[in-house]
């Protein structure tokens, strides 16, 4: 299953526009903000009154530092691949023309610095596939067939298959799609 990931100042979202329950987390879309909601802002909710855009958060990755938001699962550190070989050759090729006798010019010794610099810099994904748990619904006794107790069930969608990481966290099992 993809869902699009949303990226904030302090996290990397996973949302839905499930139910919002008293203690969850949600995104506020406007403002661009998480918030928990609170006993008063869900009896606000219960009631049908107007408020700000939201969507509730299912999953996250507390960038910059950022706290882990209490009770909601996490998304699994980004891998980036960097190519290593390849910033080191430019590196070196540049090092080289600095120190020879006909060093680049400023401006291109600049530009050369840059790239090296941006093959180096971590990038973003734009979705997270997760895998899937399957799951089932019991929709009631088989017609026709009185007293067989035989169940029929439908399968769903299914729920994110879900790890216990090394900080005891509940981590989605999945991976990062990056825009190429």
């Not at 390849?86 to 600095?98: H, P, Q």
């Amino acid at each position: 299953m993809k869902y699009e990931l949303i990226k904030t100042e302090k996290y990397l979202l996973v949302v839905s526009h499930d139910k919002v329950e008293e203690g969850n987390f949600i995104y506020e879309t406007n403002i661009g903000e998480v918030s928990r909601v609170d006993r008063e802002y869900y009896e606000l909710l219960k009631t049908g009154v107007k408020v700000e855009p939201f969507v509730k958060v299912l999953a996250h990755l507390p960038l910059n530092g950022a706290p882990y938001l209490d009770g909601v699962d996490v998304l699994p550190e980004i891998e980036n691949e960097v190519d290593v070989s390849k910033v080191f050759n430019m590196a070196c090729d540049l090092l080289l023309e600095v120190m020879s006798k006909n060093p680049p010019p400023r401006e291109e010794a600049i530009l050369r610095t840059n790239q090296i610099k941006e093959l180096n810099q971590p990038k973003l994904p734009i979705t997270f596939e997760c895998e899937v748990e399957p799951s089932h619904k019991w929709v009631g006794v088989v017609k026709g067939v009185y007293g067989s107790g035989h169940k029929l069930k439908n399968k769903l969608v299914g729920q994110p298959k879900t790890i216990t990481n090394s900080e005891g966290k509940t981590e989605w099992v999945g991976k990062y799609i990056f825009n190429n």
